[in-house]
């Protein structure tokens, strides 16, 4: 039972990393990556409301430091 649970873990693992990858292709042309994007979106999807690293960080499970740099790459 312990084998089949992992398998289907690393295939979930495996699944997120190539959707990244290719979102990686898809945003390039905008000057984004997969996890910029990302934080830009949730941004885009609170019109008016002030949203803090706090909140990115308990949606995404990102450490604040990353999203801190995140932060100072889209203002760039």
Not at 58 to 63: H, R
Request: glycine share 8%; with cysteine.
């Amino acid at each position: 039972m312990w084998e089949s649970e992992e398998r289907v873990l690393w295939n979930i693992k495996k699944l997120g990393m190539g959707i990244e990858c290719l979102l990686n292709r898809l945003l390039a042309d905008m000057g984004l990556t997969a996890s910029r994007g990302l934080v830009l979106l949730f941004i885009l999807e609170h019109p008016g409301n002030t949203i803090c690293s706090t909140e990115i960080h308990k949606a995404f499970g990102v450490a604040r430091p990353s999203l801190a740099r995140t932060a100072t790459e889209n203002k760039e």
